[in-house]
Each structure stands twice: as structure tokens, then as C-alpha cells.
């Protein structure tokens, strides 16, 4: 069975606009999560999908949203990127939202 | 509140046994787990416990919960070079879904 994948693995983006990550899950996985890796904050929870309806959302800003379409693949979207934003983003997925979850490889994230 | 604490650094040597160390502070945990991540990497998932459980073990991986004392480790016997990464303990709260809390991971490091 493939993995959890995500699209781009490396992007390079400017202050100010805004980028959308994908990410689709295990075949048979209904929920996705979401989580941000920085050096100085860790692994931090952004947000968790479960058949289409968000969940449960971290302590982020508006500008991180995020969805997921009835297939299960889910997007994330930062607008207005600040260098802040910088960092490595991670997607997991698993049957159910209790469910143990399995990462993708990660979308590495620059803002200049 | 939610707080999962590792310290950030354990050298071996090639052969002998790790252990890895985690505390936790919420009570309500579900499950907690342990998750490898090599450089430039996601997370792989590599065991977990469900917190009625005391010891769980997989191949060269124990896994030792002490409850009473929010207590979680990791034994990694025989630990091999490629054993060296960084490795992560997380937790799963009653109530709050898939909703993963991370410890800021323990890097390993196997010397020869």
C-alpha cells in the first residue's frame, strides 16, 4: 500500500503571498492531520480532518486553513507568509480520528 | 495541561542498549507513541502503548509505561548506526480526537 504523499516536498516563496500544500493520505484513511516542525517550537498541531469537516484546529494564526475533499486528499493554505512561516510541514493520515497515524515525507516550506 | 518533556541528546555505542526517556503530564492520555525521524525525513512510526498497558515489546524495541509517574521509555537493544536519528514521544488526549502532543525528541546518536 503506497504511503502518505505530499506535494510539493520543497517550496521557495516570498513574504506576503500565500502557498497551498497537498497531501494525500493511505488509500482507506479518512482522517488527516496536519502539523508544523521548527527548530525552535517542535512538532506543533495545526489542524485535523475527518470526512470532510475540520475537527480540531491548533493555536495558529487565521491564516493557516486548510480542507478536505471527498476523497480524502486534504489541502493546506498559509496566506500572507511571514519568515516566521518557514518550516517543515507534515501530514498524517489514519483510518479514523483516533486512529494511529502514519507521516508523509513533508513539504519544507522557505519564505524569503 | 498538555506537556510531554525528553532530554534532547543520548550517545551510545555501537551494540549496547538505548533508552530514551518521556514524561507526560496529562493524566487523560490514550495512547502514546514513539516515532523515528532520520534528516530531510517525516516521521516513521516505530511502536506504541495504550495507557492500561505497562510494557509492550517489538523485536529489538520495549517500550515501559509507568503510569503513576507519567513515566514512558523507549529500550533500544543492540542499537546499530542506523539507529541514530531523532526520536519522538507523543501523546493522544481523551477528547481531543487524533490531536497528537509531541516531546521536542531526543536525538540519538550511535557511535562505532
Known amino acids: 500500500k503506497a504511503g502518505v504523499t505530499q506535494t510539493p516536498r520543497y517550496l521557495i516563496k516570498t513574504r506576503g503571498q500565500q502557498v497551498t500544500l497537498s497531501c494525500s493520505p493511505i488509500?482507506?484513511?479518512?482522517?488527516v492531520s496536519w502539523y508544523q516542525q521548527t527548530p525552535g517550537q517542535g512538532l506543533q498541531f495545526l489542524f485535523e480532518y475527518f470526512s470532510e469537516t475540520q475537527r480540531n484546529k491548533g493555536n495558529f494564526p487565521g491564516r493557516f486553513s486548510g480542507r478536505q475533499f471527498s476523497n480524502s486528499r486534504s489541502e493546506m493554505n498559509v496566506s500572507t507568509l511571514e519568515l516566521g512561516d518557514s518550516a517543515l510541514y507534515l501530514c498524517?493520515?489514519?483510518?479514523?480520528?483516533?486512529?494511529?497515524?502514519?507521516f508523509g515525507p513533508g513539504t519544507r516550506l522557505t519564505v524569503l | 495541561g498538555e506537556d510531554v518533556e525528553q532530554s534532547l541528546f543520548l550517545s551510545v555505542r555501537e551494540g549496547d542498549s538505548s533508552v530514551i526517556n518521556c514524561t507526560y503530564t496529562d493524566s487523560s492520555s490514550t495512547y502514546l507513541y514513539w516515532y523515528k525521524q532520520e534528516p530531510g525525513a517525516g516521521l516513521q512510526l516505530l511502536t506504541y502503548?495504550?495507557?492500561?498497558?505497562d510494557m509492550k515489546q517489538d523485536q529489538r524495541l520495549t517500550v515501559l509505561l509507568n503510569k503513576k509517574d507519567k513515566h514512558l521509555s523507549l529500550r533500544i537493544a543492540d542499537t546499530q548506526t542506523g539507529d541514530s536519528a531523532i526520536y519522538f514521544c507523543a501523546e493522544t488526549v481523551y477528547n481531543q480526537g487524533g490531536k497528537l502532543i509531541f516531546g521536542q525528541g531526543t536525538e540519538l546518536s550511535v557511535k562505532p
Open positions: 502503548i495504550f495507557s492500561n498497558m
Open positions: 498524517a493520515s489514519s483510518p479514523a480520528p483516533t486512529d494511529t497515524q502514519y
Open positions: 488509500s482507506g484513511h479518512r482522517s
